[in-house]
């Protein structure tokens, strides 16, 4: 095995200070004169200290700046400090005259297609930020990506639809640049093709001709589907329960264009030029060949955040193998994290970003040490063990994330990952070479023939092994600092494999740390107490969680969707089992707080004083009488309420001063903190 001696670790440092300073100011941060002025002054106290550069107050203060660093590089991306982004636009009550780029096509959901598009202008003015494009899939015209559009919108702000413990659809837009939606009709847009994105049209348009060729040939339904996804990055017509089965099975990540992919492609590329330039001088050119066609494919592969991930670290592992042989993986792959956080902040926050890097990480530390525990002679062995130790690593890498983001874990990843990824070259190879062939009509039929029974057979394994449903763990939930205390947990592992005896020596340490954020993680029940208000736009419920139950109170019965999404999430995170279903009632006390709830024409006139007044299900009441004659403190304005009543409730609660709280605008609210 080769041995990599040298380490970048200030280069490490930088790249993990970098990302904690965004994690950090994320949150909360201060002006952006703040950050400068900062930085600048701990620049100085380093070049003072510049000769006690080995201290550990020179390390601490340099990690400091790159935490500033990564803080003002995130806070500089962001919409609210871009003076031209749509956010800061006063004018969107009513619809505008907009221009816009269609750049991305999501999956279809219901009647409506959906789609990303670029703001370029609005009213004249040049606009920056990305909306989310609805429009109607029954009109007859589609919408081309890459085309520019113009139209009279109304740009609305995204809805926070989330529900508590549970996956936000607006976060995820968000982290992905979306901040409005728009509903609109094909015909009411007109095309400028003077303004349109030539390359991404002509990329677009050869997609749809690839995939109008495939669909003419002999092959199922679901085989079009997979191959679509496999090759051609669109995964928006895959089946559902093909999609759920390679979820289960633990091999979904076969069904994008990723690490994987393009790592495939990028040793079949080197392979390749190394025959035909084999000479130690045409190494640069050989590089560049190389790295041009996995941009080429990766583009043509629909450009989708997972391949152009994907492709930048495989840029950067070549770089660094052409321009430093000795240097270790590892030093390319915080590269790779380092041009990916300066070009998309927001990538941090990205779940295929976070499950890349850890799994990467995971096979560069862990495969060198588990190949030395076993070296067959044999080469189908040898390449056998060598799937095995690269699936095992990057799952145990990846247990606490898919933990954390997808509650599961399949015990049969193995049974699975080990085929596929022993044919996985010669699939991708068949795949690629049907889609060519379906363009240029090159094959005969009977290779279409072959090509659908091994992808039918694929399919058919898959589904066996997800058809074991006790080997798949559900229902796991863990917070974020139990996840960072698993990684660190794992570092020990990796610091006891380079020197047992020292390990050992220090084994108590983790052992009670694990032991005391296990008990931590399972006794957070007995801590919690949490009163919530659902966003939801039929019925009025609140969630109130104690130590030792949770009781929901709800003004119609909760159908077995509403348990799924708005349950299930509550009690997952809360490990808890003890469900207690009631109809809401008219008033509640909570921390010394009287919540009354009005939603019907009668107004009992209360006792004592009302701190918050819960305004549900569109009651006809005369709004600034209430308000004068019970007084409270604060007004929520329920999501089942009638859009036009809004107006009026804030004027009301604006003129007498009271805090107003509209729960389709600010999502699920905790009514316990307010």
């Known amino acids: 095995m080769k041995s990599y001696r040298i380490y970048n670790i200030p280069f490490w440092g930088m790249c993990i200070s970098l990302i904690l300073g965004a994690f950090m100011f994320s949150l909360e941060a201060p002006s952006i004169k703040y950050f400068f002025v900062s930085i600048l002054f701990l620049l100085s106290v380093l070049m003072v200290m510049l000769k006690q550069k080995k201290s550990t107050v020179f390390i601490i203060i340099s990690c400091a700046v790159f935490c500033l660093i990564g803080g003002l590089r995130y806070q500089l991306a962001i919409p609210e400090n871009q003076s031209n982004h749509i956010i800061h636009q006063t004018n969107l009550a009513a619809p505008v005259k907009t221009i816009f780029t269609v750049t991305k096509g999501f999956k279809k959901a219901n009647k409506w297609e959906n789609y990303k598009a670029s703001i370029k202008q609005i009213e004249g003015n040049s606009t920056t930020g990305s909306i989310l494009l609805k429009v109607n899939s029954e009109d007859t015209s589609t919408l081309q990506i890459?085309?520019?559009?113009?139209?009279?919108?109304?740009?609305?702000?995204?809805?926070?639809?989330?529900?508590?413990?549970?996956?936000?659809?607006?976060?995820?837009?968000?982290?992905?640049?979306?901040?409005?939606?728009?509903?609109?009709?094909?015909?009411?847009?007109?095309?400028?093709?003077?303004?349109?994105?030539?390359?991404?049209?002509?990329?677009?348009?050869?997609?749809?001709?690839?995939?109008?060729?495939?669909?003419?040939?002999?092959?199922?339904?679901?085989?079009?589907?997979?191959?679509?996804?496999?090759?051609?990055?669109?995964?928006?017509?895959?089946?559902?329960?093909?999609?759920?089965?390679?979820?289960?099975?633990?091999?979904?990540?076969?069904?994008?264009?990723?690490?994987?992919?393009?790592?495939?492609?990028?040793?079949?590329?080197?392979?390749?030029?190394?025959?035909?330039?084999?000479?130690?001088?045409?190494?640069?050119?050989?590089s560049f060949a190389v790295v041009l066609l996995l941009w080429m494919f990766a583009w043509f592969s629909g450009a989708s955040d997972s391949a152009l991930r994907a492709t930048t670290m495989v840029t950067c592992f070549e770089i660094s193998r052409l321009l430093l042989r000795s240097q270790h993986p590892l030093n390319a792959l915080f590269l790779s994290v380092f041009v990916l956080f300066f070009i998309t902040p927001q990538i941090i926050f990205s779940v295929g970003f976070q499950l890349s890097v850890?799994?990467?990480?995971?096979?560069?530390?862990?495969v060198p040490k588990m190949l030395k525990l076993w070296e067959p002679k044999w080469w189908l062995l040898k390449y056998l063990w060598g799937i095995t130790c690269v699936s095992m690593c990057a799952q145990l890498g990846l247990l606490p994330l898919s933990i954390y983001y997808f509650h599961q874990f399949p015990l049969l990843f193995l049974v699975a990952n080990i085929p596929i990824m022993f044919c996985i070259p010669i699939i991708m190879a068949f795949a690629i070479s049907i889609v060519i062939g379906s363009y240029a009509s090159i094959f005969p039929d009977f290779v279409y023939v072959v090509y659908n029974l091994v992808i039918t057979q694929l399919i058919l394994f898959v589904n066996w092994v997800a058809s074991f449903d006790a080997l798949i763990l559900n229902e796991?939930?863990?917070?974020?600092?139990?996840?960072?205390?698993?990684?660190?947990?794992?570092?020990?592992?990796?610091?006891?494999?380079?020197?047992?005896?020292?390990?050992?020596?220090?084994?108590?340490?983790?052992?009670?740390?694990?032991?005391?954020?296990?008990?931590?993680?399972?006794?957070?029940?007995?801590?919690?107490?949490?009163?919530?208000?659902?966003?939801?736009?039929?019925?009025?419920?609140?969630?109130?969680?104690?130590?030792?139950?949770?009781?929901?109170?709800?003004?119609?019965?909760?159908?077995?969707?509403?348990?799924?999404?708005?349950?299930?999430?509550?009690l997952g995170k809360l490990h808890q089992s003890n469900v207690v279903y009631s109809t809401l009632e008219q008033a509640y006390f909570m921390n010394k707080q009287k919540l009354l709830i009005v939603a019907n024409n009668y107004i009992p006139k209360p006792k004592t004083a009302i701190d918050i007044l819960l305004i549900s299900n569109s009651p006809k009441i005369n709004f600034e009488r209430l308000l004068e004659e019970i007084q409270p403190k604060k007004v929520i304005f329920a999501a089942n309420n009638k859009y036009y009543l809004l107006v009026d409730w804030k004027f009301n609660c604006r003129k007498l001063t009271i805090p107003f709280y509209d729960i389709a605008e600010s999502g699920s609210l905790r009514l316990d903190e307010l």
């Not at 508590?164 to 609109?184: C, E, M, R």
């Not at 850890?358 to 862990?366: D, K, N, Q, Y």
Request: contains cysteine; proline residues 2%.
């Open 146 to 286: 890459g085309a520019t559009y113009i139209g009279h919108l109304r740009l609305n702000k995204l809805v926070n639809e989330t529900f508590p413990y549970g996956f936000s659809y607006g976060d995820y837009l968000k982290n992905k640049g979306i901040t409005h939606q728009v509903w609109a009709s094909k015909s009411g847009l007109k095309l400028l093709p003077n303004q349109s994105n030539i390359l991404v049209q002509f990329i677009a348009n050869l997609q749809i001709d690839f995939n109008t060729a495939l669909r003419k040939q002999r092959l199922d339904a679901t085989v079009i589907q997979f191959t679509q996804a496999l090759v051609l990055g669109n995964k928006k017509e895959l089946d559902k329960s093909v999609s759920a089965d390679f979820k289960n099975a633990g091999v979904i990540h076969i069904l994008a264009i990723s690490g994987l992919h393009i790592g495939i492609i990028y040793l079949v590329f080197l392979w390749f030029f190394k025959l035909l330039f084999y000479q130690y001088k045409y190494r640069f050119l050989r």
């Open 476 to 570: 796991l939930y863990i917070s974020k600092f139990s996840v960072a205390c698993i990684y660190l947990f794992f570092l020990y592992l990796r610091w006891c494999y380079a020197d047992f005896k020292r390990g050992i020596k220090y084994v108590l340490f983790p052992v009670v740390f694990m032991g005391l954020v296990g008990f931590v993680e399972v006794t957070t029940k007995a801590f919690k107490r949490e009163v919530w208000l659902l966003n939801d736009y039929k019925k009025t419920i609140i969630i109130d969680v104690s130590s030792s139950s949770v009781q929901v109170f709800s003004s119609e019965a909760l159908s077995a969707i509403d348990k799924e999404y708005k349950m299930r999430p509550i």
């Open 358 to 366: 850890v799994a990467v990480a995971s096979i560069i530390i862990g």
